[in-house]
Structure formats: structure tokens, C-alpha cells
């Protein structure tokens, strides 16, 4: 009889982590949601400028950028400020990045006019799936924000194709499984990051084997069980929006 891997989480393989949106939760911020994975909490607010970077003027079109942050004590020991040292570390520059593309995947800039939407994730508490949460909640906080400029006859219609998420799979004791906090990731032979939009499109999918080359079966594997979180991200993005 092949042996059942128990998780140490005790989810079962495809299971997320427990998933909460709250919306509207900064008062001075255009967009704001804080996304809960599980222990990880992000902060997540966006702000519209009246403006974009010099190379976009005269264009007609906006753009969307992000920046992301762990507060000193959201993991296990005290980390100094960033600002301290003097400029982000590079796991920094490429997590805000990748927020920034994710949220570009899924919009029309031409639809903005010539306006900046600032998204800041906020890391408050880290435990596993902080770029993962962050693009899923970014995307809450840019909808709201677009959504106000609607509202108040800004902009004519939601500059917005469809909802985008992410969430990590990894390969622990040889089986593929969804959403890792931060025990399972240490100790998976495997893990990934897939971003993906709500028709299943790819936005981006980062994998990185730790003990040996991942096979075939074990990314398909992986590629199937985010498929199926996200679409259940989706189903709770759309009820969190709709109950706001």
C-alpha cells in the first residue's frame, strides 16, 4: 500500500492555507485590503497619482507599480529597516517587481489616461507565500481604487480585463502540494510560484528545484494544483468585492 504523505500543516495535498480579504481597512488610502494566508498577513493600499513616470508623458496611457516591505518583526527575529541600509535588498527589487507585472498583466493602461497607481504590499506578518499573497490582494486594493475613479466619473469604465492571483505549490516527500507556509517550504525538495489570470492565462510561474532537477510529472503535478487554488482565490476575490 503506497504511504500517504501527512502535511505538516495536516491540509491535505490541494488544500489552501485559510484565506481572508478585508477591504477598505486604511481609511486615507484609494484601495486598501489586508490579505490573510494562513500566519502571513500584507498590507496592501493603492494610490492614485495625477501623473506617470516622464517617459510614459504625453502618451495617453498610465501606469501601474508596486512596492513591497516586511515590517522589522514580521518573521521570527528582528530585521533592520531596509531604509536603514540605504536601498532595498535584491529579494526585495524582485518581489515589487513582480507585483508590478502581475497587476500590468491584467489591466489596459490606455484606459487610465495619464494617471499612476501606486501599489504598496506590506508584509506585517511572514510565514510563507508573501509574493503570492501580495499580487492577490494587490489586485483587491488596484480594483477598489479603479473602481473609485468610476464612481466618481473619472474614467468610464473599470480598466480591468480580469482578476489575476498567485499562490505556491512545492514537492515535499517526492508529492506535490498546494499553498506552503513557511515549515513545508524549508523543507520541500521543490517550490514555485504561479501567477495566473482568472481564464487560466500565465502570467508568470517561477520554479526552483532544491535537491534534484524536477521532472515532468512533478511540475504538471504542481502546475495542476494552482490551477485549482486559483480559481478558488478567484471565487473569493469576487465575493470579497461583491460584499464590499
Known amino acids: 500500500m503506497a504511504r500517504c504523505m501527512v502535511r505538516p500543516s495536516g491540509r491535505a495535498p490541494n488544500e489552501l492555507r485559510e484565506v481572508e480579504f478585508r477591504l477598505g481597512v486604511n481609511r486615507y488610502a484609494e484601495g486598501s485590503c489586508l490579505v490573510r494566508f494562513g500566519h502571513t498577513e500584507v498590507l496592501c493600499t493603492a494610490t492614485v497619482e495625477e501623473r506617470v513616470p516622464g517617459w510614459l508623458r504625453n502618451t495617453g496611457k498610465g501606469w501601474i507599480t508596486a512596492e513591497y516591505s516586511m515590517l522589522p518583526r514580521a518573521t521570527h527575529s528582528r530585521m533592520q529597516r ?8 535584491g529579494r526585495t527589487q524582485e518581489i515589487q517587481r513582480l507585483i508590478g507585472r502581475s497587476l500590468r498583466a491584467v489591466a489596459e493602461l490606455e484606459g487610465l489616461g495619464e494617471r ?29 481604487a479603479l473602481s473609485k475613479l468610476v464612481e466618481a466619473g473619472e474614467l468610464p469604465r473599470l480598466p480591468l480585463r480580469e482578476e489575476v492571483a498567485a499562490v505556491s505549490c512545492g514537492i515535499l516527500e517526492g508529492e506535490a502540494v498546494l ?30 528545484a532544491e535537491d534534484f532537477p524536477i521532472r515532468d510529472t512533478q511540475f504538471d503535478a504542481m502546475r495542476a494544483l494552482a490551477r485549482e487554488g486559483i480559481r478558488e482565490l478567484v471565487a473569493r476575490q469576487r465575493a470579497a468585492l461583491a460584499a464590499a
Not at 513545508?184 to 526552483?208: C, K, M, P, R, Y
Request: net charge negative.
Open 82 to 89: 531596509e531604509v536603514a541600509r540605504g536601498r532595498p535588498s
Open 179 to 208: 499553498d506552503l507556509d513557511y515549515e513545508e517550504d524549508s523543507a520541500a525538495e521543490a517550490d514555485a510560484n504561479f501567477v495566473l489570470s482568472a481564464s487560466g492565462g500565465i502570467v508568470e510561474i517561477q520554479v526552483t
Open 116 to 144: 499612476q497607481i501606486l501599489v504598496d504590499c506590506d508584509v506585517l506578518q511572514a510565514d510563507g507565500g508573501t509574493r503570492t499573497a501580495a499580487i492577490t490582494g494587490g489586485y483587491l486594493a488596484l480594483h477598489r
